[in-house]
């Protein structure tokens, strides 16, 4: 099973600042099968990126996904106050699919 | 709108059953597969496994294999997870999320997730 290690925990930020988040894997991802998601309190999961780097339907440009084999990266370019929540990635190139433990962004 | 919409909450004793449903709309159900992803309270996401709505071919979590049935009705585009003998440890909220692609089990779709309580 691949595991994934979400840094930092909590990261604290202002609006407008550039918030960048990691998600480290035990085992190289295949195909960089590597999701993002933000889920608010009371709302479902939504994507934001899938294939490592490719922004899903609707995603703002601001969000933006890199990395490849064990690390990955999402970067918010410029933080709107919508954007404080809490963000899981998720690897799906190896059974069983398994998540990160979310880095929560919150305002600072 | 296209959306998820899953059953309320549940309070089950241990050793119980659960059966959770998932109702499609704007969408038809057969195009996409379904998965159940579940978290307990303090923890993170846990993939449970998932189901092709087109046949009904399901492939479940290794450690839930045998108490995990997934299954669907297409009459009411609804998916459906049961959960048996339930534990304490099954307290969770209960996702269902939508496959975006085939052979690529990401989810571009999701319910807002269902409580289930596990207390006697």
């Known amino acids: 099973e691949i595991v994934l290690t979400q840094s930092p925990g909590t990261l604290s930020l202002s609006p407008g600042e550039r918030a960048t988040l990691s998600c480290r894997a035990s085992q190289s991802v295949s195909s960089s099968y590597l999701a993002w998601y933000q889920r608010k309190p009371g709302q479902a999961p939504r994507l934001l990126i899938y294939?490592?780097?490719s922004r899903a339907t609707g995603i703002p440009d601001r969000f933006s996904g890199s990395g490849s084999a064990t690390d990955f990266t999402l970067t918010i370019s410029r933080l709107e106050p919508e954007d404080f929540a809490v963000y899981y990635c998720q690897q799906y190139g190896s059974s069983p699919i398994t998540f990160g433990q979310g880095t929560r962004l919150e305002i600072k | 709108q296209v959306q998820l919409v899953q059953s309320g909450a549940e309070v089950k004793k241990p050793g119980a059953s659960v059966k959770v449903s998932c109702k499609a709309s704007g969408y038809t159900l057969t195009s996409y597969g379904i998965s159940w992803v579940r978290q307990a309270p303090g923890q993170g996401l846990e993939w449970m496994g998932w189901i092709s709505t087109f046949n009904a071919n399901t492939h479940y979590a290794q450690n839930l294999q045998g108490r995990v049935s997934m299954t669907t009705d297409t009459s009411t585009s609804t998916a459906f997870m049961e959960l048996r003998s339930l534990r304490s440890d099954d307290t969770a909220v209960y996702y269902c999320?939508?496959?975006?692609?085939?052979?690529?089990?990401?989810?571009?779709?999701w319910g807002r997730g269902t409580l289930v309580t596990v207390s006697s």
């Open positions: 294939g490592a780097s």
């Open positions: 999320a939508r496959i975006a692609k085939w052979g690529e089990e990401f989810f571009d779709l």
